[in-house]
């Protein structure tokens, strides 16, 4: 059963800080990896995707991979009450698979 | 404006009934799917097809049918087998055949509650 894994949260963070969101995975042999953004009752945004181990920044987004230890997260800089969602980590395998799986997402809480 | 359309946003079935909801692309996307979120639950994939003419069955096909006769257009039937319908249903695409890169998108999702 290939999983991923998150923390339902909530996770609770005061404006401006940093909200350290977390996947790990089990399939080894995964090699795309993706951030959706839920707000409630919306569908899921792309924000982030990250294929190589290290990190991938884009603006207050930064997503990090680590294939050895099959961990990939994503951090939010400066955050923002606005940033208030659920985070789904997704994962997909390799070239010829059209399938992902996602993770059952982290509620964030910025308080103001 | 290139994107996804779900249609209906909302949907009431009653027990008994089969219901088809509606996904339509302009963005050129090889491959669509369909997942299911229920509520404090991750997406759970149904069908997808990654060309036309052709679809695969994903985790929870089963009470559920769908077609793809036209690149644009995978439509899902929620038929009466189905046993607990009452979800939020959501269509993405993906571009990207041979390519293992690619990125998928959602429509805008449709609920469908069971009166």
């Known amino acids: 059963q290939k999983e991923v894994e998150q923390n339902s949260g909530p996770l609770s963070v005061p404006e401006g800080a940093i909200a350290s969101l977390n996947c790990t995975y089990s399939?080894?042999?995964?090699?795309?990896f993706f951030w959706y953004r839920q707000y409630s009752g919306k569908s899921p945004e792309l924000i982030m995707s990250?294929?190589?181990?290290g990190d991938k920044e884009d603006g207050r987004f930064t997503a990090q991979l680590n294939k050895a230890s099959q961990y990939v997260s994503l951090l939010i800089r400066d955050s923002q009450p606005s940033d208030s969602a659920t985070y789904l980590c997704?994962?997909?395998?390799?070239?010829?698979?059209?399938?992902?799986?996602f993770g059952k997402g982290t509620k964030l809480s910025v308080i103001p | 404006d290139g994107g996804i359309t779900q249609s209906p946003k909302y949907l009431f079935r009653k027990e008994g009934q089969n219901v088809t909801l509606s996904c339509e692309q302009n963005?050129?996307?090889?491959?669509m799917y369909w997942y299911r979120q229920d509520p404090g639950q991750g997406l759970r994939l149904i069908y997808y097809?990654?060309?036309?003419?052709?679809?695969q069955k994903g985790d929870i096909a089963e009470g559920y049918s769908v077609s793809r006769e036209k690149k644009e257009s995978f439509p899902l039937t929620v038929t009466s087998a189905q046993k607990n319908p009452t979800a939020f249903y959501l269509c993405?695409?993906?571009?990207?055949?041979?390519?293992?890169?690619?990125?998928?998108?959602f429509g805008q999702g449709t609920r469908l509650t069971v009166v």
């Open positions: 993405a695409s993906s571009i990207g055949y041979f390519n293992s890169y690619v990125e998928a998108f």
């Open positions: 399939d080894r042999g995964s090699q795309s």
């Open positions: 990250i294929y190589s181990n």
């Open positions: 997704a994962v997909k395998r390799g070239a010829g698979s059209y399938q992902l799986t």
């Open positions: 963005l050129n996307h090889d491959a």
């Open positions: 097809s990654q060309i036309v003419n052709d679809f």
